[in-house]
């Protein structure tokens, strides 16, 4: 149930949404031309003002005096290339990531007391069967993702995947299968083929979206039989599947919380409807923590990079009994050694860059 909705007062709500968007600005993951020194593109510094759809949303919380709500479509599933992540579950990116959104979130009770709350909507089974994953990994990456939330107390943050969606069609059993619940959502929300591939030709970002994807796809291909050239093919053909299914995920999370902010993953343009979130320090702006493998540097900084590469530069860290990430000695360039393991407990091995005032 809503609070009551006290009389407005514009300025009052235009000064606190403005704050709040100032504590997201450093960390936007942009899309627009040029590089920062981190990496990510850009064109000119980013202003308040660039983002009337986030402030039009954020004035719906501030007004009622509620906590502000962000959704964001994100941990899938980790790649099953082995050459670029540690395993299938979990494990040090993911945990930085998380907590690096926790605190966010905690950081915006500074300016607006309600504070904040995100939505983890992990979508490793909108697209498990395009992506070559079998559900049972997903369903394992999931309960972790809430297991490290529940044990490193992120009461900011919660989780919603496929399995979490009763309204879909059930099998002559009973049964809400999770092929079931894949295509009742591409049926209920997912676009056309033909208006996808119009969108790749006309708009730059729409393009920029599917090479990723199908870089992504080709990457991640194991033990394809095929040719080169026809793997090429079935990811270019799968990658338009990805994109249908993730519009059909966000179409589905748009109707079931359509006051929240919308956040990605994927760089976005200043004034779209999404806004772009960095989690990690990364030069590459589509790496992602289920995509590679967390190297601490020297400095203690974490950086997102392959795992054969992690590998080649640090030493390989155990945290509760599996592989968590790798951390590089000052002054050494370690290949295939392994460290000690590490307690269990939020900090043991640093926070994300993005804890402090800039991200990389």
Known sequence: MHAATR????????????????????????????????????AEPDAVTDFPRQLDRLAHFVDRDEPVVFTLPAFPCKSPNPDKVLGRLPDEGERLSLAFLDRLCASIARVHPPGARMLICSDGHVFADLVNVPDPHVDA?????????????????????????RDGPRDVHGADTHERRRAWLHARHAP????????????????????GITRFLFEDAVDFPGTRSALQRD?????????????????????????????????????????????????????????????????????????????????????????????QEPGERPSGRTAGSLGAGPGSSGHPREAGASAG
């Open 141 to 165: 990456y999931a309960d972790e993702l809430r297991a490290i939330i529940a044990r490193d107390d992120l009461r900011h943050l919660g989780v919603l995947d496929l399995r979490d969606v």
């Open 7 to 42: 009389p407005r007062d514009p300025a009052r709500t235009s000064a606190t949404c403005a704050a709040i968007l100032a504590l997201l600005l450093p960390h936007r993951r942009a899309a627009e031309q040029g590089r920062r020194p981190g990496g990510d593109a850009y």
């Open 192 to 211: 056309g083929v033909a208006q996808l591939r119009a969108q790749v030709r006309a708009d730059e970002d729409a393009l920029r979206l599917y090479r």
């Open 235 to 327: 990811c270019r053909t799968r990658a338009y599947g990805v994109i249908q299914r993730s519009r059909a995920w966000s179409g589905l999370i748009a109707e079931r919380h359509p006051d929240a902010l919308r956040l990605s993953i994927h760089p976005q343009r200043r004034g779209a409807e999404k806004f772009g979130i960095r989690l990690l320090d990364t030069p590459d702006v589509w790496a992602t923590p289920w995509h590679a493998a967390v190297l601490h540097g020297p400095d203690g900084r974490p950086h997102l990079l392959r795992r054969a590469d992690a590998a080649r530069l640090g030493v390989l860290v155990h945290r509760d009994g599996r592989p968590s990430h790798f951390r």
